[in-house]
């Protein structure tokens, strides 16, 4: 029901910044929550911020609080992922899921659909 594509990952030395988006097509609904998860070589998938569609409520990752923040925008389905003061440690996949009844889940296995993800490597 509805498609994720992220875009903004690139190559940035610690202390940079960068800006994450998730482009949502198909069809959106008020009761998804759209996630950001992560995945570095030989580790798992881990949560990094979540937002609910309808109410805009936002979790964090204790490891990215402070740090990185999540908004929304209705009018183009698009969700950003602001990440500032970037540590090598936040190198990883980072990918955007749905999770189309949840209310924001930290769980990477209750989201239903997934974007193919963008590559964040930050160097030292």
């Known amino acids: 029901q509805v498609q994720l594509t992220e875009s903004g990952g690139g190559l940035v030395q610690a202390g940079d910044s960068l800006r994450l988006s998730c482009a949502a097509s198909?069809?959106?609904?008020?009761?998804?929550?759209i996630g950001w998860f992560r995945q570095a070589p030989g580790k798992e998938r881990e949560f990094v911020a979540t937002i609910t569609w309808s109410a805009g409520s936002t979790r964090f990752a204790d490891s990215v609080k402070g740090r990185f923040t999540i908004s929304k925008n209705n009018a183009n389905n698009m969700v950003d992922l602001q990440m500032n003061s970037l540590k090598p440690e936040d190198t990883a996949v980072y990918y955007c899921a749905a999770e189309q009844y949840g209310a924001g889940s930290t769980v990477s296995r209750s989201y239903d659909y997934w974007g193919q993800g963008t590559q964040v490597t930050v160097s030292s």
């Open positions: 198909g069809r959106a609904s008020s009761t998804y929550t």
